[in-house]
C-alpha cells in the first residue's frame, strides 16, 4: 500500500481554500442581478400588502391584476389573480408561491424590486416612489409603456 502522508498537507490546504469566504458581489440571490441583496423577513413582522390594476392583454380587452404580498411569522407568501376581460376560455387564474424581496441602488437612489417564486421563472415588480408596482420585463428591466403596467397599491 503506498504511503499517502506527504499529500494530507495538500489535501487539507485544497480544503481549506474550498471554506474561504465567497464572492457575494458576484453572485445574483435567486431571482436577482449582480449587485441585488436579498432583504429577509423579520419574524415578529406579520403584514399583508395588496396592489390591483388593469394590464394590458393582447388578445383581450386588459387583465384586471391583484398582487396579495404576505409576511407571516419570518415566511413570505403571495397570492396572485388575474382575470381576463372580454377574452375566451377560461378567464380567472389564482397562482400562489413565495417571494422576495431586492433592494439594490443606482444612481444614488435605492430600487426595491418584489420576485415572485424566485426559484423558477421568476416575475418581478419594482415598487414605485408612489407606493405602486410596475411589472418587469424578463430582464428585469421596465417596458416601453411603463405606466400601463403599474398596479396601484389598495
Excluded: H
Excluded at 457575494?24 to 399583508?48: H, I
Excluded at 413570505?76 to 431586492?102: A, C
Amino acid at each position: 500500500m503506498p504511503r499517502l502522508y506527504p499529500l494530507y498537507p495538500l489535501l487539507l490546504l485544497a480544503l481549506l481554500a474550498g471554506c474561504g469566504p465567497s464572492n457575494q458581489a458576484a453572485q445574483a440571490p435567486p431571482g436577482g442581478r449582480p449587485g441585488d441583496t436579498e432583504v429577509g423577513a423579520a419574524p415578529a413582522e406579520d403584514s399583508e400588502r395588496t396592489w390591483a390594476g388593469l394590464l394590458p392583454c393582447r388578445d383581450c380587452q386588459g387583465i384586471d391584476t391583484r398582487l396579495v404580498l404576505r409576511t407571516s411569522q419570518g415566511r413570505r407568501d403571495y397570492v396572485l389573480t388575474e382575470t381576463y376581460l372580454g377574452g375566451s376560455g377560461q378567464t380567472s387564474f389564482n397562482r400562489e408561491g413565495t417571494w422576495t424581496e431586492l433592494r439594490r441602488t443606482e444612481g444614488g437612489e435605492a430600487q426595491v424590486t418584489y420576485v415572485l417564486d424566485p426559484e423558477q421563472a421568476a416575475q418581478r415588480f419594482s415598487l414605485q416612489p408612489d407606493g405602486a408596482l410596475e411589472l418587469l420585463d424578463a430582464q428585469g428591466k421596465p417596458p416601453a409603456q411603463a405606466l400601463a403596467y403599474r398596479l396601484q397599491r389598495l
